[in-house]
């Protein structure tokens, strides 16, 4: 049984996090998209204790979104993790916010690059944790290739 992509826990959306239209307000897309990346992160062996003890991190280093249908106070969305492609400084990956009858909110696609904070610096990802990198990719590898990644941002003439 394969895990691909890798799908995070039920995240719901917060009461704070609604705009004055009635629903979620377009920077908590971003929240969304965050957690669900965090939890990947703990499978690799990324996060709080990853970094007090290498002083090393994640940062961010691009994110598109495009939404796709609204989202409400009430709602919750799992979200999806694509491993697109790596290297030994830097993931290329793809997410999808999944509402529980199954259709898209919005979609995702970051460059996350691991720095050395003393630096600040991009610096290669630990062996141990690139193997599990590695891992994901071959697993992902088997997946289509998302239609919505690697869009140019333009407008329809």
Same mark, same amino acid.
Not at 35 to 52: I, K, L, S
């Given at each position: 049984m394969t895990n691909a992509?890798?799908? &995070?826990? &039920?995240? =719901?959306?917060?009461?704070?996090?609604? #705009? $004055?239209?009635?629903?979620?307000?377009?920077a908590y897309y971003n929240v969304l998209f965050d /957690?669900?990346?965090?939890?990947?992160?703990? /499978? +690799?062996?990324?996060?709080? #204790?990853? /970094?007090?003890a290498t002083g090393c991190t994640t940062f961010s280093a691009e +994110?598109?979104?495009c939404y796709l249908r609204?989202?409400?106070?009430?709602?919750?969305?799992t979200? &999806? +993790?694509?491993?697109?492609?790596?290297? #030994?400084?830097?993931?290329? +990956? $793809?997410?999808?916010?999944?509402? =529980?009858?199954?259709?898209i909110s919005a979609t995702g696609e970051g460059i996350?690059?691991?720095? #050395?904070? &003393?630096?600040?610096?991009?610096?290669?990802?630990a062996a141990d944790i690139l193997s599990r990198i590695s891992a994901m990719r071959e697993e992902h590898s088997a997946l289509p290739f998302p239609d919505r990644a690697q869009r140019v941002m333009k407008l329809r003439r």
């Open positions: 992509p890798f799908l &995070s826990s &039920s995240l =719901p959306v917060e009461a704070d996090w609604i #705009d $004055y239209n009635g629903h979620l307000n377009m /957690r669900g990346v965090d939890q990947v992160w703990e /499978r +690799f062996g990324f996060g709080p #204790d990853y /970094r007090a +994110f598109h979104v609204e989202i409400h106070l009430g709602d919750a969305v979200a &999806s +993790f694509h491993l697109l492609d790596h290297t #030994d400084k830097a993931l290329h +990956f $793809y997410q999808e916010l999944i509402h =529980p009858d199954g259709w996350a690059l691991h720095v #050395d904070q &003393s630096g600040p610096s991009v610096v290669p990802i």
